[in-house]
């Protein structure tokens, strides 16, 4: 599973982070993005899909990769 925050999309309400926080955290401008080489985004978090349907903008995308 690959997981991409769409910044264009992403208005920093951190709703992923605050769910899948082994997986996602906020830049310095606040707005989210997927933790670099995080081991448990590539193995299928089992919170992620639930951090996806949690952002209020849908910027988190999950594709099979």
Same mark, same amino acid.
């Given at each position: 599973? #690959?997981?991409?925050? #769409?910044?264009? +999309?992403?208005? !920093? *309400?951190?709703?992923?982070?605050? =769910?899948?926080?082994? %997986?996602? =955290?906020?830049? #310095? ?7 670099? !080489?995080?081991?448990? &985004?590539? &193995? !299928?978090?089992?919170? %992620? +899909?639930? *951090?996806? +349907?949690?952002?209020?903008? !849908? &910027? %988190?995308?999950? =594709?099979?990769?």
């Amino acid at each position: 599973m #690959d997981v991409h925050v #769409d910044k264009e +999309r992403c208005v !920093g *309400a951190g709703m992923c982070a605050l =769910t899948a926080p082994d %997986v996602f =955290t906020q830049d #310095d401008d606040g707005f989210s993005e997927v933790l670099p !080489g995080s081991p448990a &985004a590539a &193995a !299928g978090h089992p919170l %992620v +899909r639930e *951090a996806a +349907r949690a952002c209020p903008v !849908g &910027a %988190v995308a999950l =594709t099979d990769g």
